[in-house]
């Protein structure tokens, strides 16, 4: 009976131990351009903080620059009151990441989208480039008139890989095809100007591009927000050498706005969501059964890397260095849900799934620049 119960004791005492383990282990986050609630980047390494949170006992705290200079004073501020894991979000915070950390040893850190040479500090990195061929694959196949655009944001390789994945997976579901790329700007101001990236999405329907996709953090709301309030490309605007080649979505059901704006010879418009899964932000009505503007979204799975990290951390397990994540690991893909399952057919599914086989094998190899 003794026994019994010193066994108990020993197991409760261990179990409060772990508990409070968990609950002492400290995370900050500091975020980059474009906000926390981004809906995109920034918003998805949020999520996975606070799905941490939940499942793993641990307390997070984050900080949003007003402006990127303060990014170090943030920082600094975790180590200074012994955070277990400080996390930078976005390439834009490696120089203050790396040396907080250099500055502070037996720390941890941890940072998105780019690499630290500290060896306290985990670099999370995601091949954009093969999640990007998979939506610029549906982009062409989808496409009424042969002409897509991409928006990037900053003019930065790290968008680059972005880029060029999309543009190898037009040409590879239809080497005709064309595609019309354009930057928002070249400093990291770029990751917040929905105004601009409006008028880019503007410029490209001008062009003929009927569907856009956008790796551009905040501002790609410009393009959404443009999409919305054209809602589709008429023939009679469409430039010369461009005509309507396909009516894909001709048995889709439509709004009444819809149909009201966009009668006649006309084509509705698309954009293609980054990071997280934006396809919701194309149901314009508020009505999953009329069509979605969104034809799906090029999701960056940055709140797995997060989560995986701070558990490595709770676990004990945390280790320094470079990894990257890709389709082979779930760290990208696309999305398909309840808003844009009637805009891709199974069909095409299976076609996709099959170029994912391919790239994932080594069979198909993704250019990233």
């Not at 108990?8 to 609630?37: E, M, P």
């Not at 591009?209 to 309030?229: C, E, L, R």
Request: charged share 20%; glycine share 10%.
């Amino acid at each position: 009976m003794k026994t019994a119960i010193k066994n108990c004791l020993t197991l409760a005492l261990a179990v409060s131990v772990s508990l409070a383990g968990a609950q002492n282990i400290r995370v900050g986050l500091a975020y980059d351009a474009g906000g926390k609630f981004d809906k995109s980047f920034n918003q998805s390494a949020y999520e996975g903080s606070q799905r941490a949170k939940q499942k793993l006992g641990v307390q997070v705290k984050d900080f949003e620059p007003s402006d990127p200079s303060q990014v170090i004073q943030g920082v600094r501020s975790f180590a200074n009151e012994g955070f277990d894991l400080t996390i930078g979000v976005g390439f834009a915070n490696n120089a203050s990441i790396t040396q907080v950390a250099k500055e502070n040893p037996d720390l941890y850190f941890g940072l998105v989208d780019d690499i630290s040479d500290a060896k306290n500090v985990a670099s999370l990195t995601f091949s954009e480039q093969e999640g990007s061929y998979l939506v610029g694959y549906l982009a062409a196949l989808n496409s009424s008139t042969g002409v897509v655009g991409f928006v990037g944001g900053m003019d930065i390789p790290l968008i680059h890989k972005f880029e060029a994945g999309y543009t190898a997976g037009v040409k590879a579901a239809n080497p005709k095809a064309r595609v019309i790329a354009q930057y928002v700007g070249t400093t990291p101001d770029a990751w917040n100007n929905p105004g601009k990236a409006k008028e880019i999405a503007g410029s490209m329907r001008s062009k003929g591009a009927d569907i856009i996709f956008a790796a551009a953090g905040a501002s790609g709301n410009g393009v959404i927000d443009y999409v919305k309030q054209t809602q589709c490309i008429k023939a009679g605007n469409l430039p010369s050498g461009v005509k309507f080649v396909s009516d894909n979505f001709k048995n889709v059901k439509k709004s009444a706005a819809y149909t009201k704006a966009c009668a006649g010879n006309t084509r509705p418009m698309f954009f293609i969501g980054v990071d997280s899964n934006q396809n919701y932000l194309g149901d314009f009505d508020k009505n999953p059964a009329t069509m979605n503007h969104g034809l799906t979204s090029m999701v960056k799975r940055v709140d797995n890397a997060v989560y995986q990290l701070i558990e490595s951390v709770k676990d004990d397990k945390f280790k320094g260095g470079s990894r990257v994540f890709g389709l082979k690991d779930g760290g990208v893909g696309y999305a398909v849900d309840q808003y844009n399952k009637a805009l891709i057919s199974s069909a095409q599914v299976a076609k996709v799934e099959g170029i994912k086989a391919q790239i994932i094998s080594g069979k198909i190899k993704v250019p990233s620049k």
